[in-house]
């Protein structure tokens, strides 16, 4: 047997193949103008905003992309205590450039774990 891989494609059907390794431009403009995928940007979050802070990021409760990149809610765990229910959490706002790159956050809320969310109506 011997094997039968075609290997003389055209340029333009690897690039279709492989949409990624292609370079130019495509409905969403230049690879260099390209946003990251959502996804990218909550791992980079979660990241950067550990790298800063210290602290792990236990989930991100809000997404949103907006006209100067993005903003995200993230829970923290920043003081472990036993039992697990009364663990200090916190609430932090994060800012990200268009590209993904932290641009500043702020803690918005600290709780027990066990607590409520007082912040909004109807809360029980």
């Not at 340029?11 to 390794?21: K, R, T």
């Not at 969403?28 to 946003?35: F, I, S, V």
């Not at 500043?104 to 607590?115: A, I, K």
Request: hydrophobic share 25%; proline share 6%; net charge negative.
């Amino acid at each position: 047997m011997s094997n039968t891989k075609n290997t003389s494609q055209s340029p333009s059907s690897q690039e279709e193949q492989n949409p990624q390794e292609s370079h130019g431009t495509d409905e969403r403009g230049t690879a260099d103008e390209r946003r990251p995928a959502p996804m990218e940007v909550l791992r980079g979050a979660r990241a950067q905003l550990a790298e800063l802070t210290g602290l792990a990021p236990e989930s991100v409760t809000s997404f949103e992309q907006t006209e100067d990149g993005w903003t995200l809610e993230v829970e923290v765990l920043e003081l472990a205590r036993v039992p697990d229910t009364m663990s200090l959490m916190a609430s932090y706002q994060v800012d990200l450039d268009q590209e993904g790159r932290l641009t500043g956050y702020r803690r918005v809320q600290r709780y027990e774990r066990g607590r409520t969310d007082a912040r909004r109506p109807g809360g029980r």
